[in-house]
């Protein structure tokens, strides 16, 4: 990234956890959470990135004003 340059996506990675469900956790900024199901833990998460770049000058943070959330899922191999 140059200088002057704003990322447009935040970076996250879902993962199945044997206790919760899901896992997500942000790769650029400091956020994690979870949820039982793939449709809570993406709420989960586009909720804990907004409350974490509430009121923050986003141009401060290296962001556009609205950057989209671009997530991996990981998932682990099916056994035959």
Known sequence: ???GELRAAVRARIMPDA???YVAT???IAVVTQG????EVTANLREAVALHFDGEDMAALGFVPEPTIVVTLELAPAHA
Not at 36 to 39: A, C, I, K, Q, R
Request: proline share 0%; with cysteine; glycine share 8%.
């Open 1 to 3: 990234m140059s200088v």
């Open 19 to 21: 206790e919760s469900g």
């Open 26 to 28: 942000c790769e650029e």
């Open 36 to 39: 039982e199901t793939l449709d």
